[in-house]
T-cell receptor, first 113, second 116 residues
């Protein structure tokens, strides 16, 4: 079945370091892919998305490219800030009428000043 | 800006009590979802709804029940709370008319439930 495999955390970085969080997926067809972010004590917020191969989603300095050949959607940011500390979830949309999402296990990012 | 609300944000309750977690959205979305989030962060879909009077069980079995009498409202009920129900519960909604085929889900802030 469809699944998402996400890099385990926690990831601890110093401010201004480069961030990569790996995400790979297994799915039939061509799913839409998402990165959601969850700040402490809050619900999930959509960070970025891509709906077809080679699309690049971007927002707030974060980027991810939909790579069909490697079934990947890695999240990157060139220079992280303390305010980026949160849990990041990779997800794919299951095809069909339900709009169901399948989430990865989440990666905790801690950025130190 | 997502307009989806959950109440209460935090609830501590004793074993055996009946509880209802409220979820409302003002976006007119037809699809709504309930997720249970482990302390280890993983999200599990426990219920979803296609629209009014339509509800389905999710991927993770749950003793909770849901109803969808109005488009904007999707409450979750536990008839008899137990310590094993202690978790974070997240509500979400999405539109059938997704932009660019993305059909993104919008999430509420969550309810953190503790059953003692």
């Amino acid at each position: 079945g469809d699944s998402v495999t996400q890099m385990e955390g926690p990831v601890t970085l110093s401010e201004e370091a480069f961030l990569t969080i790996n995400c790979t997926y297994t799915a039939t067809g061509y799913p839409s892919l998402f990165w959601y972010v969850q700040y402490p004590g809050e619900g999930l917020q959509l960070l970025l998305k891509a709906t077809k191969a080679d699309d690049k989603g971007s927002n707030k300095g974060f980027e991810a490219t939909y790579r069909k050949e490697t079934t990947s959607f890695h999240l990157e940011k060139g220079s992280v800030q303390v305010s980026d500390s949160a849990v990041y979830f990779c997800a794919l949309r299951v095809g069909g009428a339900t709009n169901k999402l399948i989430f990865g296990t989440g990666t905790l990012l801690a950025v130190q000043p | 800006e997502a307009d989806i609300y959950q109440t209460p944000r935090y609830l501590v309750i004793g074993t055996g009590k009946k509880i209802t977690l409220e979820c409302s959205q003002t976006m007119g979305h037809d699809k709504m979802y309930w997720y249970q989030q482990d302390p280890g962060m993983e999200l599990h879909l426990i219920h979803y709804s296609y629209g009014v009077n339509s509800t389905e069980k999710g991927d993770l079995s749950s003793e909770s029940t849901v109803s969808r009498i109005r488009t904007e409202h999707f409450p979750l009920t536990l008839e008899s709370a137990r310590p094993s129900h202690t978790s974070q519960y997240l509500c979400a909604s999405s539109d059938s008319l997704g932009t660019g085929d993305s059909y993104e889900q919008y999430f509420g802030p969550g309810t953190r439930l503790t059953v003692t």
